[in-house]
């Protein structure tokens, strides 16, 4: 039963972890999900998407969502499968997204357990996906789009805006006023000089700031991503090698594709095939058409970078990528080697030493990416062993995540502290990292919070 009489801010995940974004806010008898995302990386952390949710789903008014990544969205299926009946507020872009990631999510959760079942590698019996590709249409009836800077009344004393985060199209910072007390979700903070996205809009006052630290122990090189990529892409070439670029589908592919059209018109690289084998990354090229104020891209340079690669839809010529050969490039799904038509080019490719396997963006620990960045050999894929003898390149400089010195400068600039800062989603060493820095640099009352706790709002320390 809820509770009208205190407002109250319970941290039901992206603790200990820099998945499964979930934020409960009780107040005058309504309660607020932020974000509704799905656990990645550690088994031990991927079974609390099968573990019934901590509250009853039914008792949720609204879900808000910062922004379209599954770690932020990708539990919204479920919930609204097991008894969720309120909307899910997001941006239009935001919106717009989730009609191809979740569906997709779903249906790569079916085909994975399909798989599971004919190689008899699934400790159940038969497997079973978290949801469904249904289950995930189903609930996109739920969703409700919304512009940025445009306050949205939740009933029971809660306001809430969308704020420009930049990351990715349509991400967005919330900002809650809960029964007067002013609460702020940074969600995922873009870089400020991001080659696609506009910088994230500046901290306005706020009396409780619940901050992401992704790399709150980290600051990204200072290396031109762009003269880094080609490097490795002439490297490869000259051995006749296959470049695979493990990339988000949404965000990080396009920034990919923008350097490396950039790189051909300047000659700065081997004219060899490129391949985009991500109908989704496809899918999504139209929403930034769609949305050009909330990315840097000229028209002609839009059209440029999408006329870079060859546009990979079905399954059969995805297979037939694993028997070209290089030199070549395939960028594909997904970032995190956690599933996708990537692990199939893995296989086929994985084994070579002249190939090179390049890791795009944040690995969350336990996932295969996050193996291959700390040395690995071996992947398990699809129940079997897979040598990998490829060079693998960690590419830091092409983060959309604000680094640790542009979220404490991000920071600075609020008009006053907070009363207090929660630090969540990263992993423990990272959150930490960031909580000290706070501390000492900014002078500010800062915690990182437990898995389930719950913390008044009016009286957050």
Known sequence: MKDSNESTLRFLGATDTVTGSRYLVDSGGQRILIDCGLFQGFKRIRVRNRAPFPVPPASIDAVLLTHAH??????????????????????????????????????????????ADLHEYSSHHPAVPVYTAADAVRSLNSFEPHGFESPLDLGGGIQATFVPAGHILGASQIRLTVQG????????????????????RALGAADVLVAESTYGNRVHPETNPEDELGEVIGRAANRGGVVLVAAFAVGRAETL??????????GAIPDIPIYLNSPMAIDASGMYQRHPEEHRLQEREYKEMYRVAIMTRSVDDSKLLNLRGGPMVII???????????????????SDPKNVVVLSGYQAAGTR?????????????????????AEIVMLDSLSAHA???????????????????YVTHGEPDASDALRVRIRRELGWNVRVPEYLEAVPLKDPR
């Open 181 to 200: 007390t002013r609460v702020h979700f940074t969600g995922d903070l873009g870089r400020p000089h991001d080659p696609l996205m506009h910088r994230p």
């Open 257 to 266: 594709m923008l350097h490396l059209s950039r790189l051909r018109r300047r």
């Open 70 to 115: 599954l770690d932020h969205t990708g539990y919204v299926p479920a919930l609204v499968r097991d008894g969720f009946r309120g909307r899910v507020h997001a941006t239009a872009a935001t919106t717009e997204l989730c009609t191809l990631l979740l569906p997709d999510s779903g249906h790569l959760q079916e085909e994975e357990a399909r798989y």
């Open 332 to 350: 594909s799904a997904s970032g995190m080697l956690t599933g996708g038509r990537i692990l199939h080019h893995l296989q086929a490719y994985g």
């Open 369 to 389: 990416g996050a193996a291959l960045a700390g040395g690995a050999r071996q992947l398990r894929i699809f129940g079997e062993d897979v040598p990998i003898k």
């Open 403 to 421: 680094d640790s010195n542009e979220i404490i400068e991000w920071m600075r600039a609020a008009p006053q502290a907070p009363r207090m800062t």
